[in-house]
């Protein structure tokens, strides 16, 4: 019989079957990720939260997989075919793929030559020439002509015989196992430019001719190559054999399908015939669905690799850190349509709104500053936000000059990634929140707001328009959205958020909340004022029981009632505060911060059946440094004053920039110049690394050397190796970049003349 689910998942995670088992119970329950992760610890054994995703997306797999067979085993039973050996192989089936070999033959089809071919009588003749190759074909087949069965002659009865043969050899599930494990193992993917298209298609030209390993193919070139082929500039196959090969010389696949047919060639009359058929069976049949099928599977790997690196740079960009509850002047830049400015309160309040032509063609320089001053001194402003987009630069050197005018200020200003701003202006939440404000104004709301509180902003925006994606409108959209959300949620967890300050979206984010229950909070909020305490929100309408024990410890309460109200203690373990309380005989905000007496509390000396040490544990830490955030203290990048476009690089120039995005194979950086330059991996740091990840991820504030500059191609090369020569990463790196022609990228490979590590990697980005 099957093994448990959670036993099956208890060896893939390395993890005790018990520890599963109640994970399930508890997602089976209602239980979200996060609150798991968080407060569900003794029970789950201490899985943590990339565990415990893993372990929620394989669980679907496996309970999709079990559904499948049972469909599977109850249609095979239905026709009458099931035997004791084929239930037991389909049980043994440990992914969808050997399930549908297996259920192949049985499967319900369309009338197909083979099922012709045994309805006219043919199989007799099928069966014999196949064991006894001593036959003459021809002369075998004579006795089954029967023009009433449609078999008008011999060649007519030989043809269905074929037919019966290629459909049994081609559906031999382990066959097609062994076939399916050489040809990924062994075969190449294939690209070729579609005659004609070599000029529309110029930004694959990469690929005009390529041909690499297929279980080797990086994520990001097979999407590149896909979407080639999507776009009709490139023919996409996979290659078994070396062109040239004559079409005569039988291949391994060929001879690998012959001897597990116990076909040969012996000088026997039908040995030609029967080799012929399984040539046949390999090319026009088996190969055609391995094709499809493999590269399908190149692209669900690259679609998962895509997905993961969306969501690396997703989780870095929602916990970049807070500027914080400071007032702040947003500005998305303009030239001919003006600068659009708004001014947000310490609480992300929208109190002032304007627009301002400091840039061509009006030139209103001065005025702007002054107009900007006026706002900044009577609203109190302490940051400028200014959006990354067009005209960015030169609005930058507007605020620079209204800081140098008018130090009184006190202000500062910081450059922030305006991606999705456009997105969350038309959206129908900016609608509701706006729906008096002019949609162009409303991206300066966003671009203050998200220098505030970079998560509290980004929630508002659909993740995939945030633009810190790899190929992601090419991926399976289902998984990326499922992906992206559980991104989000843990993100917004993690950090916990204000009851009384959060916007709906924000709070739809929390475990256990949706946007109705949200919204429903919101409401309440502005018909009874703040809540007080926690379990103030089971008013809330239609907020019961199970959802106030997955949200309560996610949600904070600043200045009120209870002072754990504000921490991430969750109100069922408030008992334990209180033993700690009655023991130690101190009030609970005496507590709060005092690390030096909490380091003395034994954790297994407030400990009971319900609560153990890693939760107690917790509480102690929380009481330490209560409601802390777990993102990182705020900086930002200075970018170099004079240098604005990329004509004003220079080989050799060291800025400081913000990493913007990171992929398999480098990372942009945010130089100030309206163009991001990228770092190649081997020019991020002295040693090899073979994961971008392990040195920066998006949101931080580097120092790069500048070293090589495309001005017409709008490119730039990039190291964080400080101490390189100019050219010389490049050069170096080139034997280790992304190669065209399918070479390993960590060997050392000799590169056409002129070729270097940027026009290698920036060649994967013709694409994007």
Same mark, same amino acid.
């Given at each position: 019989?099957?093994?448990?689910?959670?036993?099956? @998942?208890?060896?893939?995670?390395?993890?005790?079957?018990?520890?599963?088992?109640?994970?399930?119970?508890?997602?089976?329950?209602?239980?979200?990720?996060?609150?798991?992760?968080?407060?569900?610890?003794?029970?789950?054994?201490?899985?943590?939260?990339?565990?415990?995703?893993?372990?929620?997306?394989?669980?679907?797999?496996? &309970?999709?997989?079990?559904?499948?067979?049972?469909?599977?085993?109850?249609?095979?039973?239905?026709?009458?075919?099931?035997?004791?050996?084929?239930?037991?192989?389909?049980?043994?089936?440990?992914?969808?793929?050997?399930?549908?070999?297996?259920?192949?033959?049985?499967?319900?089809?369309?009338?197909?030559?083979?099922?012709?071919?045994?309805?006219?009588?043919?199989?007799?003749?099928?069966?014999?020439?196949?064991?006894?190759?001593?036959?003459?074909?021809?002369?075998?087949?004579?006795?089954?002509?029967?023009?009433?069965?449609?078999?008008? %002659?011999?060649?007519?009865?030989?043809?269905?015989?074929?037919?019966?043969?290629?459909?049994?050899?081609?559906?031999?599930?382990?066959?097609?196992?062994? @076939?399916?494990?050489?040809? /990924?193992?062994?075969? =190449?993917?294939?690209?070729?430019?579609?005659?004609?298209?070599?000029?529309?298609?110029?930004?694959?030209?990469?690929?005009?001719?390529?041909?690499?390993?297929?279980?080797?193919?990086?994520?990001?070139?097979?999407?590149?190559?896909?979407?080639?082929?999507?776009?009709?500039?490139?023919?996409?196959?996979?290659?078994?054999?070396?062109?040239?090969?004559?079409?005569?010389?039988?291949?391994?696949?060929?001879?690998?399908?012959?001897?597990?047919?116990?076909?040969?060639?012996?000088?026997?009359?039908?040995?030609? /015939?029967?080799?012929?058929?399984?040539?046949?069976?390999?090319?026009?049949?088996?190969?055609?669905?391995?094709?499809?099928?493999?590269?399908?599977?190149?692209?669900?790997?690259?679609?998962?690799?895509?997905?993961?690196?969306?969501?690396?740079?997703?989780?870095?960009?929602?916990?970049?850190?807070?500027?914080?509850?400071?007032?702040?002047?947003?500005?998305?830049?303009?030239?001919?349509?003006?600068?659009?400015?708004?001014?947000?309160?310490?609480?992300?309040?929208?109190?002032?709104?304007?627009?301002?032509?400091?840039?061509?063609?009006?030139?209103? /320089?001065?005025?702007?500053?002054?107009?900007?001053?006026?706002?900044?001194?009577?609203? !109190?402003?302490?940051?400028?936000?200014?959006?990354?987009?067009?005209?960015?630069?030169?609005?930058?050197?507007?605020?620079?000059?209204?800081?140098?005018?008018?130090?009184?200020?006190?202000?500062?200003?910081?450059?922030?990634?305006?991606?999705?701003?456009?997105?969350?202006?038309?959206?129908?939440?900016?609608?509701?929140?706006?729906?008096?404000?002019?949609?162009?104004?409303?991206?300066?709301?966003?671009?203050?707001?998200?220098?505030?509180?970079?998560?509290?902003?980004?929630?508002?925006?659909?993740?995939?328009?945030?633009?810190?994606?790899?190929?992601?409108?090419?991926?399976?959209?289902?998984?990326?959205?499922?992906?992206?959300?559980?991104?989000?949620?843990?993100?917004?967890?993690?950090?916990?958020?204000?009851?009384?300050?959060?916007?709906?979206?924000?709070?739809?984010?929390?475990?256990?909340?949706?946007?109705?229950?949200?919204?429903?909070?919101?409401?309440?909020? %502005?018909?009874?004022?703040?809540?007080?305490?926690?379990?103030?929100?089971?008013?809330? @309408?239609?907020?019961?029981? !199970?959802?106030?024990?997955?949200?309560?410890?996610?949600?904070?309460?600043?200045?009120?009632?209870?002072?754990?109200?504000?921490?991430?203690?969750?109100?069922?373990?408030?008992?334990?505060?209180?033993?700690?309380?009655?023991?130690?005989?101190?009030?609970?905000?005496?507590?709060?911060?005092?690390?030096?007496?909490?380091?003395?509390?034994?954790?297994?000396?407030?400990? %009971? =059946?319900?609560?153990?040490?890693?939760?107690?544990?917790?509480?102690?830490?929380?009481?330490?440094?209560?409601?802390? %955030?777990? &993102?990182?203290?705020?900086?930002?990048?200075?970018?170099?004053?004079?240098?604005?476009?990329?004509?004003?690089?220079?080989?050799?120039?060291?800025?400081?920039?913000?990493?913007?995005?990171?992929?398999?194979?480098?990372?942009?950086?945010?130089?100030?110049?309206?163009?991001?330059?990228?770092?190649?991996?081997?020019?991020?740091?002295?040693?090899?690394?073979?994961?971008?990840?392990?040195?920066?991820?998006?949101?931080?504030?580097?120092?790069?050397?500048?070293?090589?500059?495309?001005?017409?191609?709008?490119?730039?090369?990039?190291?964080?190796?400080?101490?390189?020569?100019?050219?010389?990463?490049?050069?170096?790196?080139?034997?280790?970049?992304?190669?065209?022609?399918?070479?390993?990228?960590?060997?050392?490979?000799?590169?056409?003349?002129?070729?270097?590590?940027?026009?290698?990697?920036?060649?994967?980005?013709?694409?994007?």
């Amino acid at each position: 019989m099957l093994p448990s689910i959670a036993r099956r @998942l208890a060896a893939e995670l390395n993890v005790r079957e018990a520890q599963v088992a109640a994970t399930v119970e508890l997602i089976d329950g209602g239980a979200t990720v996060p609150f798991i992760a968080r407060y569900r610890k003794e029970v789950t054994g201490g899985l943590d939260d990339t565990q415990l995703r893993t372990l929620d997306e394989r669980l679907r797999y496996l &309970r999709e997989l079990d559904e499948r067979r049972d469909a599977i085993l109850n249609s095979i039973a239905e026709q009458g075919k099931l035997t004791p050996e084929l239930q037991a192989a389909l049980y043994g089936a440990d992914n969808k793929t050997t399930l549908e070999d297996l259920y192949l033959p049985y499967k319900p089809k369309r009338r197909t030559k083979a099922q012709i071919a045994r309805e006219a009588g043919l199989e007799p003749l099928a069966e014999s020439l196949l064991a006894d190759p001593s036959q003459d074909p021809s002369a075998a087949a004579e006795a089954y002509v029967d023009a009433g069965k449609g078999v008008a %002659d011999a060649k007519a009865a030989l043809d269905g015989a074929r037919a019966i043969l290629i459909e049994r050899f081609a559906e031999d599930a382990e066959l097609l196992g062994r @076939l399916r494990d050489k040809l /990924w193992s062994e075969g =190449e993917l294939a690209a070729s430019v579609v005659a004609g298209k070599e000029e529309e298609g110029a930004k694959f030209s990469d690929y005009f001719a390529h041909r690499e390993p297929i279980r080797s193919t990086p994520s990001h070139r097979a999407l590149a190559l896909l979407r080639g082929r999507n776009e009709g500039v490139l023919s996409v196959s996979v290659k078994y054999q070396p062109d040239e090969t004559p079409i005569t010389e039988r291949s391994a696949y060929e001879q690998l399908i012959a001897a597990h047919v116990g076909v040969h060639d012996a000088g026997r009359p039908a040995d030609k /015939w029967l080799l012929d058929t399984v040539r046949l069976t390999w090319r026009a049949k088996i190969f055609l669905s391995l094709e499809l099928e493999l590269v399908a599977r190149v692209k669900e790997a690259a679609d998962a690799e895509a997905i993961k690196v969306f969501s690396a740079n997703l989780h870095d960009l929602l916990l970049a850190a807070p500027a914080g509850q400071r007032p702040t002047l947003g500005l998305d830049p303009g030239l001919r349509t003006g600068t659009k400015v708004a001014v947000v309160d310490n609480t992300g309040k929208l109190v002032a709104t304007t627009t301002i032509y400091p840039h061509a063609p009006r030139n209103d /320089w001065d005025r702007s500053i002054a107009e900007l001053a006026v706002l900044a001194a009577r609203h !109190k402003v302490e940051l400028i936000a200014i959006g990354n987009g067009t005209a960015s630069r030169e609005t930058d050197k507007l605020a620079q000059d209204l800081i140098k005018l008018h130090p009184e200020l006190g202000l500062t200003k910081i450059v922030v990634s305006e991606a999705g701003a456009s997105v969350y202006s038309a959206s129908e939440l900016a609608a509701k929140e706006f729906p008096d404000l002019d949609v162009s104004l409303r991206g300066a709301v966003s671009i203050a707001r998200r220098l505030q509180d970079p998560l509290a902003e980004l929630v508002k925006i659909d993740p995939k328009s945030i633009g810190v994606g790899q190929y992601q409108h090419d991926v399976n959209q289902s998984q990326l959205a499922r992906a992206l959300d559980g991104v989000v949620e843990d993100g917004v967890n993690a950090v916990g958020v204000d009851v009384n300050t959060a916007s709906v979206p924000l709070l739809a984010r929390v475990s256990g909340l949706n946007s109705t229950l949200a919204a429903n909070i919101v409401s309440y909020r %502005d018909q009874n004022g703040a809540f007080r305490t926690r379990s103030q929100l089971l008013k809330v @309408l239609r907020l019961g029981e !199970k959802t106030f024990e997955q949200a309560a410890g996610f949600l904070r309460i600043s200045n009120g009632d209870n002072p754990l109200d504000a921490s991430s203690v969750h109100p069922e373990a408030y008992p334990v505060v209180e033993k700690i309380v009655a023991r130690c005989g101190r009030e609970v905000k005496s507590l709060l911060g005092d690390g030096a007496f909490l380091k003395t509390l034994k954790p297994h000396d407030y400990t %009971d =059946e319900r609560f153990g040490v890693p939760t107690v544990m917790d509480i102690l830490k929380e009481l330490d440094k209560p409601g802390r %955030d777990p &993102r990182p203290e705020f900086k930002t990048a200075t970018f170099q004053e004079g240098v604005e476009d990329l004509k004003d690089l220079v080989p050799g120039m060291v800025l400081e920039g913000v990493v913007t995005n990171v992929t398999n194979f480098g990372a942009f950086v945010d130089i100030g110049v309206h163009q991001d330059g990228l770092v190649h991996i081997s020019a991020l740091s002295n040693k090899f690394i073979d994961d971008p990840r392990k040195v920066v991820k998006a949101g931080d504030v580097v120092k790069v050397k500048v070293q090589e500059v495309d001005v017409k191609r709008r490119r730039i090369a990039l190291t964080m190796r400080l101490d390189d020569e100019v050219g010389a990463s490049s050069r170096a790196s080139s034997s280790r970049s992304d190669a065209p022609r399918g070479r390993d990228s960590r060997k050392p490979a000799a590169q056409p003349a002129g070729d270097t590590a940027m026009a290698a990697a920036f060649a994967k980005l013709r694409q994007r």
